[in-house]
T-cell receptor, first 111, second 117 residues
Framework: SQQGEEDPQALSIQEGENATMNCSYKTSINNLQWYRQNSGRGLVHLILIRSNEREKHSGRLRVTLDTSKKSSSLLITASRAADTASYFCAPHTSGTYKYIFGTGTRLKVLA | GAVVSQHPSWVICKSGTSVKIECRSLDFQATTMFWYRQFPKQSLMLMATSNEGSKATYEQGVEKDKFLINHASLTLSTLTVTSAHPEDSSFYIC?????????????FGPGTRLTVL
């Protein structure tokens, strides 16, 4: 297992703006997943991108993966107040199913 | 599909008592489940991997005698916090690995807030 590190740690934007957060990891992966956690709640699975994919879309979410730089980014377009949450990435390495989470990015969308 | 539930959603107990938290995969079987704890404004810390029909695997620094894990069926894992103390107050979250999913994605429960007085 390996830990994903999210950046920035905190992000505050106005409603309607786009939010970009990044994830870096250290060793080769099979796939990488992004999760959202609202305050006091469990994690919600947002999107999974495989190591042979470069970009993936789901609604207002766009995830990119650059395996040469060992990094991924999550873009939320036209943000809403309801997007306010913490976002975590989970890089998955073969041979283990454990996820080691980083500190996440705390996104605050101001109405 | 791929829904994981936890019970209770919150619990308050007195110091010295034991508390059991349940994690259930509702619409899939999970031979592997995971238990995390999370302190306010911090990340999730993996405590242990729960394996159906065998002993749990604990992460370094986690006391196995204090945090008892039982994975007796393919849809249920339980975490028992024994002789709880105020420092055990935390948010406990479980996840279950969905073996049907193409890449065995994990799905998380809604968490259990434990407060020890």
């Amino acid at each position: 297992s390996q830990q994903g590190e999210e950046d920035p740690q905190a992000l505050s934007i106005q409603e309607g703006e786009n939010a970009t957060m990044n994830c870096s990891y250290k060793t080769s992966i099979n796939n990488l997943q992004w999760y959202r956690q609202n305050s006091g709640r469990g994690l919600v699975h947002l999107i999974l991108i495989r190591s042979n994919e470069r970009e993936k879309h789901s609604g207002r979410l766009r995830v990119t993966l650059d395996t040469s730089k060992k990094s991924s980014s999550l873009l939320i377009t036209a943000s809403r107040a309801a997007d306010t949450a913490s976002y975590f990435c989970a890089p998955h390495t073969s041979g283990t199913y454990k996820y080691i989470f980083g500190t996440g990015t705390r996104l605050k969308v101001l109405a | 599909g791929a829904v994981v539930s936890q019970h209770p959603s919150w619990v308050i107990c007195k110091s010295g008592t034991s508390v059991k938290i349940e994690c259930r995969s509702l619409d899939f079987q999970a031979t592997t489940m995971f238990w995390y704890r999370q302190f306010p404004k911090q990340s999730l810390m993996l405590m242990a991997t729960s394996n159906e029909g065998s002993k749990a695997t604990y992460e370094q620094g986690v006391e196995k005698d204090k945090f008892l894990i039982n994975h007796a069926s393919l849809t249920l894992s339980t975490l028992t916090v024994t002789s709880a103390h105020p420092e055990d107050s935390s948010f406990y979250i479980c996840s279950a690995r969905d073996e049907r999913a193409p890449l065995n994605e994990q799905f998380f429960g809604p968490g259990t807030r434990l407060t020890v007085l």
